[in-house]
């Protein structure tokens, strides 16, 4: 059965801390590999899509990479603005995104 | 360019009663997508069209959920009759193509089942 994981459940950080969130996978057919953020209230907001192991992208303070398993999605240096629940999603052949239940990461100043 | 929109942002209704909640795709964009997170569960899938057409629906949960895309342009997910299970946020998505595009999301309609 399709299986999108997230870790932790939830991170907290001070300013400045670098970290990483897990997202692991099985699912036959992928596609594509997307990371989304979502604030309180409202729908998730794209971040990144990922197609196949060994790709990188970035934007700003964030880089999302993956694996034939598992993707990461590296923040340096994070600001309280950074603070919000990530979201991994997988697409399979069909379109639709298998989701994972998230990380919610909280930024102290 | 206007995002996906929904409406409502909220609806609060008795068991038994019946729900229309509606989604707005951006422009263009044929493939709309309906997904549902009840409480304390991830996002799942509900179903896909492209244009006015069901392209996947295997993510409806029984036959009290009907969606409709009349025309290819705005779509419509009815409950009826609401059950307290139902309560949950109702997003909505579309993409441009389907074929790994990006799926943008609306800011979902949250269903309260009293």
């Known amino acids: 059965e399709d299986q999108v994981t997230q870790s932790p459940e939830a991170l907290r950080l001070q300013e400045g801390e670098s970290s990483s969130l897990n997202c692991s996978y099985t699912v036959s057919g992928l596609r594509g590999l ?13 971040l990144f899509t990922l197609y196949s192991a060994g790709e990188e992208k970035e934007k700003e303070r964030l880089k999302a990479t993956l694996t034939k398993k598992e993707s990461f ?34 930024v102290k100043s | ?3 996906v ?44 069209f492209v244009k006015e057409s069901k392209q996947d629906e295997s993510g409806m949960p029984n036959n009290r959920f009907l969606a409709e895309r009349t025309g290819g342009t705005y ?5 009826q009759p609401a059950e307290l299970e139902d309560s949950g946020v109702y997003f909505c998505a ?16 949250r269903l309260t089942v009293l």
């Open chain 1, 73 to 106: 999605l590296h923040i340096t240096a994070p600001k309280p603005e950074d603070s919000a629940t990530y979201l991994c999603a997988v697409q399979k052949y069909g379109n639709k995104l298998v989701f994972g239940a998230g990380t919610i990461l909280r």
């Open chain 1, 34 to 46: 997307f990371w989304y953020r979502q604030d309180p209230g409202k729908g998730p907001e794209f």
């Open chain 2, 94 to 109: 579309s993409s441009q193509d389907a074929l790994v595009d990006t799926q943008y999301f609306g800011p979902g309609t």
């Open chain 2, 5 to 48: 929109t929904q409406f409502p942002s909220h609806s609060v209704i008795e068991k038994g009663q019946t729900v229309t909640l509606r989604c707005d795709p951006i422009s263009g964009h044929d493939n709309l997508y309906w997904y549902r997170r009840v409480m304390g569960k991830e996002i799942k899938f509900l179903l896909h």
């Open chain 2, 75 to 79: 779509s419509t997910l009815k409950v």
């Open chain 2, 1 to 3: 360019e206007a995002g």
